[in-house]
């Protein structure tokens, strides 16, 4: 297993802006997770995107993944206070593989 | 989505006593479950991989004996943290693969164990 490593650890917008975190990993993937953390509480999946696609959208969530570059890329439009939270990556090299997380990314937004 | 249930959310026991923590996948079958720790403000630290029927497997620097593993069942997984001390004081968290082929994990919300 790998664990991707976020970028940047920690960010504060207003509400409303737009939230960009990025994450890089080291080798080949079969797809990249991203996942929520509000605080003391269990990780939520937030989407999926596999390693032939390169955006996917979900609501408000805006994934992009790039392959020969190593990196995807979580864009939350229009945020809330209630988007305050962790935000893991994880990327992923087989179905069932384990996955190991990174430091994550603390968003932190201003109502 | 598939929910994944644990119990107790929060225990605080004397030094020296066990604890179980359960981990239920409440309505599909998991044949594989991860524990993880948390400490405050980090991330979360894979401690096993727990497989059905058969034994887990434990990370390095993980101690098996100190914390037991059992998944009986397709949809329990428990974790006993033995003969606990206040260095064992964490977050708990449990996930489960719900058997898809992409590997998404559903998590539990946690169990916070308090050692005094």
């Known amino acids: 297993s790998q664990q991707g490593e976020e970028d940047p650890q920690a960010l504060s917008i207003q509400e409303g802006e737009n939230a960009t975190m990025n994450c890089s990993y080291k080798?080949?993937?079969?797809?990249l997770q991203w996942y929520r953390q509000n605080s003391g509480r269990g990780l939520v999946h937030l989407i999926l995107?596999?390693?032939?696609?390169r955006e996917k959208h979900s609501g408000r969530l805006r994934v992009t993944l790039d392959t020969s570059k190593k990196s995807s890329s979580l864009l939350i439009t229009a945020s809330r206070a209630a988007d305050t939270a962790s935000y893991f990556c994880a990327p992923t090299t087989g179905a069932n593989s384990k996955l190991t997380f990174g430091k994550g990314i603390t968003l932190s937004v201003r109502p | 989505g598939a929910v994944v249930s644990q119990h107790p959310s929060w225990v605080i026991c004397k030094s020296g006593t066990s604890v179980k923590i359960e981990c239920r996948s409440l309505d599909f079958q998991a044949t594989t479950m991860f524990w993880y720790r948390q400490f405050p403000k980090q991330s979360l630290m894979l401690m096993a991989t727990s497989n059905e029927g058969s034994k887990a497997t434990y990370e390095q620097g993980v101690e098996k004996d100190k914390f037991l593993i059992n998944h009986a069942s397709l949809t329990l997984s428990t974790l006993t943290v033995t003969s606990a001390h206040p260095e064992d004081s964490s977050f708990y968290i449990c996930s489960a693969l719900a058997g898809s082929h992409t590997g998404e994990l559903f998590f539990g919300e946690g169990s916070r164990l308090t050692v005094l």
């Open positions: 080798t080949s993937i079969n797809n």
């Open positions: 995107i596999r390693s032939n696609e």
